[in-house]
């Protein structure tokens, strides 16, 4: 038989095509790794969007239950100056892990200093009592201090006043 001999351009065409085709296996590698790290990129944002959710959902959760303890009686109404303070409170000890018992418990206490500083301003006579937050949340005379004082503050005054008027006028006069 007959040496075969490969031609010149068949040579070069198949050393040209081979070259192409490594060229294309080595493109299709680097494809497939950056997939395969896309896909794990994505799986950790994934994750990390859970964590991210879980994490909102716990916060609002503690969040719920802190106002819930801020309102005692479930009426939907907060007090302002209470909730500043717990949060100045709660600010400057921000490494404490309290529970919506122990923050309900707080909260009474400070409702209880405001209501005893507010108590010591009327004494001491620089403000009026109650403040007016404080007047007109409470219609009850014999659960608020503020209006018993007041009573009895008028009612010793409308005291003073008869026992003028029963004084004989001659009396009066010398005065």
Excluded: C, W
């Amino acid at each position: 038989m007959k040496d075969l001999k490969e031609p010149r351009g068949a040579k070069l065409l198949r050393a040209r095509v081979n070259k192409m085709m490594k060229k294309a296996d080595k493109l299709l590698e680097k494809l497939d790794e950056d997939k395969k790290a896309i896909g794990k990129i994505s799986e950790n944002a994934a994750d990390e969007e859970k964590k991210l959710k879980e994490y909102h959902l716990l916060i609002e959760a503690v969040i719920f239950q802190i106002l819930q303890a801020l309102d005692e009686d479930s009426d939907g109404v907060i007090d302002v100056n209470v909730v500043l303070d717990a949060l100045a409170l709660f600010g400057s000890h921000k490494e404490l892990r309290l529970t919506a018992e122990q923050i309900k418990t707080i909260v009474e206490m400070l409702k209880k200093e405001e209501h005893i500083e507010a108590m010591k301003a009327f004494l001491s006579g620089t403000v009026p009592y109650p403040p007016p937050s404080i007047a007109a949340s409470s219609t009850d005379f014999s659960a608020d201090p503020a209006k018993i004082i007041k009573q009895k503050l008028s009612s010793n005054e409308a005291l003073k006043n008869q026992t003028l008027d029963k004084v004989p006028t001659d009396m009066k006069q010398k005065k």
